[in-house]
């Protein structure tokens, strides 16, 4: 078969379409019955084997969270978690979920999923196989809904097993979320009266501490001793900061005297100072104009030296007071300080001798703490799990129960359209393994793998010959398919030099003999001097008179073997061997020096020397003919010729490079193998 194997190596190639066509062009028939017969047996069989129920309950789960309370329960929804709901679909397939199914329905015992066993423990387990291969559950793509589908004999069998499968996978998710509260709930409640002691022993040792060290709480998390030392350092460092202004005020004053006027810093002028200052400064200006023109001893002026000079008695009274008033002010706040001081010394004493009592004391109120805090959580846990008992909704739900299916699964028509593609696949194979099996030769490309041969042509088959002798009024005229096979046989004009031609083939009787007749004639007729060698023993068998055998054995001269067929325009030099002894050997003859001699004479003579060999696998001596030849032509009759023994053959002929001819090719058949080459072939043929 040439659709995609190399028939001489059984070697897989590229699978060519147009082969693939061919392929089917001329199996169709045999192709389109085998599939007819074969869709028929399987859809009659199909209707027996696959006469199941499928039921399918399709079971949701809600990614939306809803909660009664804040917190929720113990367990929360799976939501949209895709793991999570894969991983309970995987679950669900498991062997605990389906022996709890078989336990609750009690299969073991229904005379369609009972198993076999000598014990109760083997009949669950081959039971629970049994169920495992009839239930289905998977997840619906990439969706919350899963489907549970159950497949069995009866239509109502499959509804229930479905139906109560989807109702365990729903109550068993429900029963894991509702279980799980309960049990905290209950491990809670056993808990809360313990810490409940541990909490009053803690709260108790506390407050017998803080009694005892006649600790009282100023709230803040402080006692009153602690409040008390932080008022008493925040007072003593305000007194602090006083005291030094003060003394600052004092020493300013001290320092700068009376006249200091208007250098004193803005904290420390006076009103009063300021204005005796101007009055003074006022009154001295017009002391000073009225002298001048007054005089120093006019009543006017003297007038004003003594408003002068009281005003510096008032300046200087004023200046004194305030020093004065400065000092008193450092001397207060310095008295305060050190009193603020003494305080302070006496609450840390008192403070560090409760030190180590204190830290007792914290620690055993941060325990108190701790425990009160567990104590209260659990507390609250407990009584929220406690109301919300029965109160949470489900996440999953059964959104479409099974109900009984009114026809099989699969479906008849169903079962009719895989029946017909699996009968067509049947009639392929068929045809594929029929062709499988024929090695013959029939297209170009096949022969093209015989060791990388040129395909000349194709050549029909004509009406067989009535006489059994060599005669070219009766041999099959072949010259008008000749033209393009001789094209690259034929001498070029000028070159000088003659060509010999070798005609073999696989077997005798594939036309050997008629197509180098033809050629010698073809060739003839285009004016070519041509010498026609027989180098094979006659078919017919007659009486071998005087021709190649005889020279070669007795190396007589060549002409004398010779025959001129006038009416067919070439020389013929006949097989001969009537003077050859019974120890000559034919293969002895053809590998001789004579025989190259013989053809390098009949070189001088002849522009082309067709060699009518013989038929590579029955006659050793074809390969000495073909290392003499310049161009073998190897014929192979189409569809006859295997291709293991034309491989066989050119093997054994040893050539480098090889021209094949095909013979008597059917041109009707031919075109669902090579339509190129069929047409070809009925054109001439119509033709001639």
């Known amino acids: 078969m040439d659709l995609w194997r190399e028939p001489s190596r059984r070697a897989y190639a590229i699978i060519d379409p147009g082969a693939v066509w061919l392929f089917l062009r001329r199996n169709f028939l045999r192709i389109l019955t085998a599939a007819a017969v074969a869709a028929a047996a399987m859809f009659g ?10 039921a399918t309950a399709v079971v949701m789960i809600d990614p939306r969270s809803a909660r009664v309370t804040k917190s929720g329960g113990v367990i929360s929804n799976i939501g949209g978690d895709a793991i999570a709901i894969e991983s309970l679909v995987q679950v669900a397939k498991g062997e605990g979920f389906l022996s709890e199914l078989v336990d609750r329905l009690d299969l073991t015992k229904d005379p369609y999923f009972g198993g076999k066993g000598d014990t109760l423990d083997a009949k669950r387990l081959s039971t629970v196989e049994k169920l495992a291969s009839k239930l289905t559950i998977a997840r619906r793509g990439t969706t919350y809904v899963i489907d549970v589908t159950a497949t069995t004999n009866s239509a109502e069998e499959s509804a229930r097993l479905a139906n109560a499968a989807a109702k365990q996978l729903v109550a068993d998710q429900n029963e894991l979320r509702t279980g799980a509260n309960s049990t905290t709930a209950q491990e809670i409640e056993a808990r809360l009266a313990e810490l409940r002691g541990r909490v009053n022993r803690a709260e108790e040792a506390a407050a017998q501490l803080k009694a005892r060290l006649k600790v009282t709480d100023a709230g803040e998390g402080n006692t009153l001793l602690e409040r008390r030392i932080a008022e008493l350092n925040q007072q003593l460092v305000l007194a602090g900061a006083g005291a030094a202004e003060a003394r ?81 002010a450092f001397l207060e706040a310095q008295e305060r300080e050190a009193d603020l001081s003494r305080q302070m010394k006496a609450a840390q004493t008192e403070s560090g001798e409760l030190g180590p009592q204190m830290v007792k004391l914290g620690e055993l109120e941060r325990e108190a703490k701790a425990e009160r805090d567990v104590y209260e959580e659990l507390l609250n846990r407990q009584r929220e799990l406690s109301q ?70 194709f050549l029909p088959r004509l009406a067989p010959s009535e006489t059994k002798d060599r ?116 293969g002895g003859l053809m590998s001789g020096m004579t025989l190259r001699a013989t053809l390098n004479l ?11 060999g013989p038929p590579a696998l029955e006659a050793p001596h074809a390969r000495f003919l073909a290392a003499q030849a310049d161009k073998t032509l190897f014929i192979v009759e189409w569809d006859k010729t295997s291709a293991e023994d034309a491989d066989a053959a050119l093997d054994r002929l040893d050539l480098n490079e090889v021209a094949v001819v ?15 080459q069929s047409q070809q072939l009925a054109g001439l043929e119509i033709a001639a």
């Not at 028509?413 to 099996?437: D, K």
């Not at 009949?602 to 009518?612: E, P, Y």
């Not at 095909?662 to 190129?676: F, I, M, S, T």
Request: hydrophobic share 40%; with cysteine.
């Open 45 to 54: 069989a199909s209707l027996f084997i696959f006469k199941k129920y499928t």
């Open 248 to 328: 600052a005020r004092f020493e300013i004053l001290r320092k700068a005297g009376a006249n200091a006027g208007e250098s004193l810093p803005q904290s420390l002028q006076s009103s009063l100072l300021a204005t005796l200052r101007g009055d003074y400064a006022r009154l001295s200006g017009q002391l000073a104009d009225q002298a001048t023109v007054l005089g120093p001893r006019h009543p006017e002026v003297l007038r004003l030296n003594a408003q002068i000079a009281d005003l510096r008695r008032q300046i200087t009274a004023e200046f004194t007071r305030m020093v004065a008033s400065a000092k008193t």
């Open 388 to 457: 919300v008992k029965g109160l949470e909704p489900s996440d999953i739900r059964i959104v479409s129960p099974a109900t009984p299916p009114t026809k099989t699964s699969p479906s008849r028509i169903l079962l009719a359209i895989a029946s017909a593609v699996l009968g067509l696949i049947a009639g392929l194979a068929y045809a594929i393994a029929r062709e499988w099996r024929q090695t013959t030769l029939r297209t170009t490309s096949q022969a093209e793998r015989l060791g990388g041969a040129e395909v000349l042509g």
């Open 471 to 586: 005669s070219d009024d009766t041999l099959p005229n072949l010259t008008p398919w000749l033209a393009e096979i001789c094209a690259d046989i034929t001498p070029e004009a000028g070159d000088g030099e003659s060509v010999i031609l070798l005609i073999s083939s696989t077997r005798r009787g594939e036309g050997r003999s008629t197509i180098a007749a033809n050629i010698a004639v073809y060739l003839s007729q285009g004016g070519d001097r041509v010498l026609l060698i027989e180098a094979d023993k006659a078919e017919h068998g007659g009486n071998s008179g005087f021709g190649l055998l005889d020279i070669l054995d007795s190396g007589e001269d060549l002409r004398s073997a010779l025959v001129d067929q006038a009416s067919a325009g070439y020389t013929f030099l006949p097989y001969g061997g009537r003077t050859v002894g019974r120890r000559s050997s034919v």
């Open 602 to 612: 009949a070189r001088r003579w002849f522009d082309v020397i067709v060699i009518d």
């Open 662 to 676: 095909y013979n008597k090719a059917d041109a009707k058949r031919l075109r669902l193998y090579d339509p190129e």
